[in-house]
């Protein structure tokens, strides 16, 4: 079945500290791939996606590749802030069918001044 | 304009009891989700509905939870009996049409615990 594997939490870093969360899937034919994140107290939003092989998903300074051949979603910022700090959660949807988003489990991020 | 919106925020209940979780979607959006985000699972998806038909209920844990949706608008699902184990935030999502053009949009969840 389609599965999402994502790097346990927690994560902390130090703000301009370099942001490495990596995502794995598994999924028959090609799925899209999304990061969403969730701020505290807020609601789970959309933060990029890539909806092909090599695509890049970029907003907000954070960028993910679409690797077909490594089947990985890798999300990536070069500086974070504290307004950075939320829980990060890697998901594939399959077209066609539902539409139905499956999700890794999350990975809290803490950036400290 | 307003977002996805759900109600109540929080709900608790004793175990065997029925609860009802009510989600508005966005006006105009025709496919509405339920997601569960619990401790030892994550994020789930429950079931979805296209219009008021849920043509996808493969997420259903057991026959205690069933959803409706009218008008093609609220949904509710319901929860019979329930059970610790159901403890969690269930999320309702919307988006105009599915597919992956076309954004999720998530309430802020309803907060269910089971004593």
């Known amino acids: 079945g389609n599965s999402v594997t994502q790097m346990e939490g927690p994560v902390t870093l130090s703000e301009e500290a370099f942001l490495t969360i990596n995502c794995t899937y598994t999924?028959?034919?090609?799925?899209?791939l999304f990061w969403y994140v969730q701020y505290p107290g807020e609601g789970l939003q959309l933060l990029l996606k890539a909806t092909k092989a090599d695509d890049k998903g970029s907003n907000k300074g954070f960028e993910a590749t679409y690797r077909k051949e490594t089947t990985s979603f890798h999300l990536e910022k070069g500086s974070v802030q504290v307004s950075d700090s939320a829980v990060y959660f890697c998901a594939l949807q399959r077209q066609g069918g539902s539409e139905k988003l499956v999700f890794g489990k999350g990975t809290k991020l803490t950036v400290n001044p | 304009g307003a977002g996805v919106s759900q109600s109540p925020s929080n709900k608790v209940t004793e175990k065997g009891k029925d609860v009802e979780l009510r989600c508005d979607p966005i006006?105009?959006?025709?496919?509405l989700y339920w997601y569960r985000q619990s401790l030892g699972q994550g994020l789930e998806f429950l079931i979805y509905?296209?219009?008021?038909?849920?043509?996808?209920k493969s997420g259903l844990p057991s026959d205690r939870f069933s959803a409706e949706r009218t008008g093609g608008s609220v949904s509710t699902l319901t929860i019979q009996r329930t059970q610790q184990e159901d403890s969690a935030v269930y999320l309702c999502a919307s988006s105009l049409v599915p597919g992956s053009y076309n954004e999720q949009f998530f309430g802020p969840g309803t907060r269910l615990t089971v004593l």
């Open positions: 999924a028959t034919g090609y799925p899209s």
């Open positions: 509905f296209q219009g008021n038909s849920a043509p996808d």
């Open positions: 006006s105009g959006h025709t496919a």
